[in-house]
């Protein structure tokens, strides 16, 4: 395999550089037609979850594509779902760089990005432009709010956001757990998640009978939540009646990286020390939801055999963004064989 020859070249640039480059190069593979001439076809494994069909479980994880600008391109990598995002009602440009670093020795990433992004009416005309949407390929938006808004006016944000990519989205999830942008995350409380959701599925509602189809609601959790605060949040979930949940996102724990050189940036920690953390948090969300909500595992994939630990810990789908920095398109073929070949729907198959 190339990858890791090529993976040699792109450590040797800035974290953020590299990224925008690997982009940009998959994209213009794509357009050449070179990617589907050297990648095998997509594993093939319907899945229904939220009312869409899946055409395998393992799915990218928002923040790789904020802006939707390389949809085609990462589709043809094999993955069931494309999330794009997080995109914020107005455009804006995220936190001082540098703000994206790797500490290799842990196969992980830390990132303070910042919801960097062109906005919402960017990303919409993006993903309008996309062959993978045109033929009906899965797209979830991941939507946040501007920096600059304050905390009490956060629904605001949210609601402006799902109404501007209500139309183009297979499913919209809500990102309440980054830690980079301030205070976000005490929208995970009760009181403050309790008003969010019920603006959320009130305006889903409306827009459902505006639009003619119903587009399903996913929230985002972070994995250093209290066990409590998962109970709370499951019961959220459920008065609301929500349509997924997704865990994890980043974790601003350090263990196991605080003793590298970058291990103590600022930032949510991604990739291998993730996965244990992301994983208990997985499983107790399960356990309090007792199957009313479908889960989407993120957080710490970097083989096979860890996409399917997402689905014994009790989700139904999983997605990945730092491992395949490590390993490559290869990753995705991987995680959606070993799903497909190991435990299904969070039990034994």
Known sequence: MLYPLLRKTLFALPAERAHCVSLSGLSFLEA????????????????EVMGLTFPNRIGL?????????????????????????TVTPRPQAGNPKPRLFRL??????????????????????????????????????????????PLEKAVDDYLCCLEKV?????????????PNTENLRALQKTEALDDLLLSLKA???RLADQHGRYVPLALKIAPDLADQDIQDIAAALKKH????????????????????????????LSGAPVFRLANQALGKLANALQGEVPLIGAGGIMSGEDARAKIAA???LAQIYTGLIYRGPALAREAA???????????KS
Do not use: C, W
């Open 61 to 85: 994880a928002a923040g790789m594509d904020k802006n939707g600008e390389h949809i085609d391109a990462l589709a043809a990598l094999g993955f069931g779902h494309i999330e794009i995002g």
């Open 104 to 149: 290799p020795q842990e196969r992980a990433i830390i990132n303070r990005m910042g919801f960097n992004n062109h906005g919402a009416d960017a990303l919409v005309a993006n993903v309008k432009l996309a062959r993978f949407y045109r033929q009906g390929g899965i797209i979830g938006v991941n939507i946040g709010k501007n920096a600059d808004t």
């Open 337 to 347: 064989l070993a799903m497909m070949n190991g435990k299904t729907n969070g039990k």
């Open 166 to 178: 209500y139309p183009v989205a297979s499913y919209v999830a809500i990102n309440i757990s980054s």
């Open 241 to 268: 009646r929500m349509d997924a949940a997704i865990a994890t996102n980043t974790t601003i724990s350090r263990t196991g990286v605080d003793h590298l050189p970058r291990g103590n940036e600022t930032g949510g």
């Open 203 to 205: 305006a889903q509602t």
């Open 32 to 47: 050449a037609g070179m990617l589907s001439r050297v990648l095998p076809p997509p594993v093939s494994d319907p899945i």
């Open 314 to 316: 009790g989700a139904k």
